[in-house]
């Protein structure tokens, strides 16, 4: 876990944290802090951030990040009202505390579906592996129907039995088990 703090100078707002965290759990402590945003990678957090420079426009790395956080030459991007809804329905999915709240969730998540990033994509595989609310009904039509594009896009990085759980529950039976 990473943790950078951005005083905004430049238009005089209050200062700006970026937890910088894979554990969507732990940072979801922080999601209600309009002050924190949260980041999985330096592409995240590049995505929340605009590098003021009077230099010809580079494309933004992770060393460029570090070099304009040290120099101040950074302004943050405030998150619009769909990467908001976005950001509450994916706590709202990852907490799911009922077959039907899923159902529901789903339903919602299924019209923003075009508005997710990769980090966003990669929280709903890990909320459907995690929490037994969506895991026990993967195979409902409505739920693997929204989880089995990602679930394709994203398998590479789940381990062996979270794979073999997936295909299992999800009852995937042209999966091969690893």
Known sequence: MCYLEIENNYLKL?????????????????????????????????????????KSEKEPTEERLVSAIEKGNITIKEPTELELKIRDLLTTFRYSGSFYGTHQTIKELKTVKNGFSVNDEIDI??????????????????????????????????????????????????????
């Open 14 to 54: 209050p200062t700006k944290y970026f937890i910088l965290s894979q554990d969507g759990r732990f940072c979801e402590f922080f999601r209600s802090d309009n002050n924190v945003i949260i980041a999985s990678t330096y592409d995240d957090i590049l995505s929340h951030v605009k590098i003021v420079s009077t």
């Open 125 to 178: 595989l890990n909320s459907a592996i995690t929490n037994s609310q969506i895991y026990w009904i993967l195979s409902d039509a409505d739920v693997i129907e929204f989880l089995l594009p990602i679930f394709n896009k994203y398998k590479a990085i789940l381990s062996k039995e979270q794979y073999n759980d997936f295909i299992r529950m999800a009852e995937l039976k042209d999966y091969k088990p690893m």
